[in-house]
């Protein structure tokens, strides 16, 4: 803030660029000042430039207007009542008023000064003042509130979208695995995720490549669903000639991952005589096409996913115990579907958007009751499951019924206590209002329709339980 008459804010240095096709700033800005004819002429003035302008004479019109019309900027005269004027002003900030204050005054001192910063004005002006330095100091003010939306927006989105792009969620285990896969990103080491089906084992593999920094391509490859004879071929090459069919050379999927990430998924279906070459290449960063006589050294990450036990399978002789070792360097855990339930309200929407686009139907809005039910399901098939729901859910016009609320199986019990523990979560697009309803509604259902008890559980007294009710349209 900067005093004097010449200059009213600290980087005036000539006249401000104001509009000059007839636009207006667009301002709502409201002058207080005791002095009738001064009041009037500016209020002309600034009507030429702003899209509102509102005039007081005191500070009580002023509080009046302020509470029924919404103020950018406040231009307020510093009287006889400047005392009055900064208390007024430090009770604004106090109340959480955003709006900005440019002061002026017939005559100021280093304490006025300090005394208008301490109380939250943007600026002081000195009479007599021109007009393009009231202007200056507006547009200043305005620019200052546009960059403040505009960081506020940012940072709110930073928070809506996940650390980690593609993968949704905000449960304990989701931030644990999140904060996992940031740390171990940019490492070069092997790293072998277990969990069961439809976890998106290959979603946590691409997560990890698309934060590694790598410069090559991410290439996955189902090991079960080759057959042995060819899987050779298809991971290490080969050359003209080194089998029948083999009219030409053909680089593997290790050459075509160099520099990139190369996810080895269902690596227990490998079959055990090309466990001892993954090895090999594993321990000497190099391949050999099938034919050839000379290795090739490939710069790849691999990163290997199971849904099998991989320590029980090597119990069984079912897997090298060496490669277990080798490919065990950084484990991740992909959490099931049970263990972040907070999430289904979160997933349901990304899937609801992704696949009514898709599919070309209107969305489908479940309520709470749906998302208790979803909540209480064991989901054995996971995060993929719950996909395939929501597609039947969009192409029906309604949650699938077929599906038990449980399945009886050994998780129901954990299930249904970690739904419960749920319950607070409601879809993030409900209002304030939705979620108030369905709540006072749900507690009113579980004492049986006892209205007294229902409002000592809910905080409110029983007239303002029935009141809602009435304003609901719902019997007692």
């Known amino acids: 803030m900067v005093i004097g008459a010449s200059c009213g804010n600290g980087d005036y240095s000539g006249p401000a660029r104001l509009p000059t096709d007839g636009t207006r700033y667009p301002a709502a800005v409201l002058i207080v000042d005791q002095d009738p004819l001064e009041r009037k002429q500016l209020q002309h003035k600034l009507a030429a430039h702003c899209v509102l302008v509102e005039a007081a004479g005191d500070l009580h019109k002023a509080e009046a207007l302020r509470t029924r019309c919404h103020f950018d900027v406040f231009v307020v005269a510093l009287g006889g009542t400047g005392t009055q004027t900064l208390d007024w002003l430090q009770a604004l900030r106090e109340r959480g008023t955003r709006a900005d204050v440019i002061l002026t005054a017939a005559c100021a001192d280093l304490d006025t000064a300090i005394s208008a910063l301490r109380a939250g004005a943007a600026d002081l002006l000195v009479k007599p003042y021109r007009d393009v330095q009231l202007l200056s100091s507006i547009r200043h003010c305005l620019r200052r509130r546009q960059m403040l939306r505009e960081s506020f927006l940012l940072r709110r989105r930073e928070a809506a979208v996940p650390r980690v792009a593609g993968m949704i969620g905000d449960s304990p285990a989701m931030r644990r695995l999140l904060g996992l896969i940031e740390r171990i990103a940019p490492t070069m ?128 002789g079912a897997f090298r115990e060496d490669l277990y070792y080798r490919l065990n360097v950084l484990t991740v855990a992909a959490p099931t579907l049970r263990e972040r339930l907070e999430d289904i309200p979160a997933l349901v929407e990304h899937f609801t958007g992704l696949l009514s686009d898709e599919l070309g139907v209107e ?65 993030y697009d409900w209002t304030l209002s939705e979620v108030e309803k369905h709540h006072m509604l749900n507690v009113l259902h579980s004492v049986g329709g006892n209205k007294s008890e229902a409002a000592r559980r809910l905080g409110v007294s029983r007239k303002t339980l029935e009141r809602k009710l009435n304003v609901w349209n719902r019997k007692p």
């Open 363 to 427: 969305p489908l809005r479940l309520d709470h009751a749906d998302f208790v039910e979803l909540r209480n399901y064991s989901w054995p098939g996971n995060v993929r499951e719950l996909r395939n729901m929501i597609e039947r859910a969009l192409l029906l016009g309604q949650l699938p019924r077929e599906r038990p609320v449980s399945d009886g199986g050994a998780n129901d019990e954990p299930s249904r206590r970690a739904g419960e523990a749920a319950l607070h979560a409601f879809p």
């Open 189 to 316: 080491s092997t790293v072998l995720i277990e969990g069961e089906t439809g976890t998106g084992k290959e979603l946590i593999a691409r997560a990890v490549h698309r934060h590694s920094g790598r410069k090559g391509e991410f290439i996955a490859v189902n090991c079960g669903a080759i057959t042995p004879e060819l899987l050779e071929s298809e991971l290490f090459g080969h050359t003209r000639g080194a089998f029948t069919g083999a009219h030409c050379a053909r680089e593997g999927l290790f050459a075509c991952a160099n520099d990139g990430t190369l996810f080895l998924d269902e690596i227990g279906e490998m079959p055990l005589a090309m466990q001892a070459n993954l090895l090999r290449v594993l321990e000497q960063r190099c391949v050999r096409p099938v034919g050839a006589n000379r290795e090739r050294a490939v710069n790849c990450r691999v990163i290997a996913a199971t849904n099998l036990t991989l320590a029980e399978q090597v119990a069984k």
